[in-house]
C-alpha cells in the first residue's frame, strides 16, 4: 500500500484492534518471515518490521480508538508495511 493510503486509513478513526487483526492475518500467511527487505524502513526484512510493528501495538487496548501522532505514525506504517492484509473492516 501507497505512504498516501496507508495515512489516510490511519488518520480516519481506527481502532488498534483493526491494526492487531491486520497484522495477526499477516503472521497466519508467513509472508512477514521471508528475508525481503521492509518498505518502511530499507534497514529492516519485513520479519523485523512485523516484530516492531505488532508489540507497540498488542499490548494496548484492543478497543481504544487511534488518535494521537505516535499512535497513527505507528498503524500508518503498520499499514503501509502490510496494507495486503487490510480487511476494511
Request: net charge positive.
Given at each position: 500500500?501507497?505512504?498516501?493510503?496507508?495515512?489516510?486509513?490511519?488518520?480516519?478513526g481506527i481502532l488498534i484492534s483493526?491494526?492487531?487483526?491486520?497484522?495477526?492475518?499477516?503472521?497466519?500467511?508467513?509472508?512477514?518471515?521471508?528475508?525481503?527487505?521492509?518498505?518502511?524502513?530499507?534497514?529492516?526484512?519485513?520479519?523485523?518490521?512485523?516484530?516492531?510493528?505488532?508489540?507497540?501495538?498488542?499490548?494496548?487496548?484492543?478497543?481504544?480508538?487511534?488518535?494521537?501522532?505516535?499512535?497513527?505514525?505507528?498503524?500508518?506504517n503498520a499499514i503501509r508495511e502490510?496494507?495486503?492484509?487490510?480487511?476494511?473492516?
Amino acid at each position: 500500500m501507497n505512504k498516501m493510503d496507508a495515512k489516510k486509513i490511519a488518520k480516519s478513526g481506527i481502532l488498534i484492534s483493526q491494526v492487531v487483526s491486520m497484522l495477526e492475518r499477516a503472521r497466519q500467511d508467513g509472508q512477514n518471515v521471508s528475508d525481503r527487505r521492509s518498505r518502511v524502513n530499507k534497514g529492516l526484512t519485513k520479519e523485523q518490521a512485523f516484530r516492531i510493528l505488532f508489540n507497540a501495538h498488542v499490548d494496548k487496548d484492543p478497543d481504544r480508538v487511534i488518535k494521537s501522532t505516535s499512535d497513527v505514525l505507528g498503524a500508518q506504517n503498520a499499514i503501509r508495511e502490510f496494507g495486503d492484509f487490510w480487511g476494511g473492516e
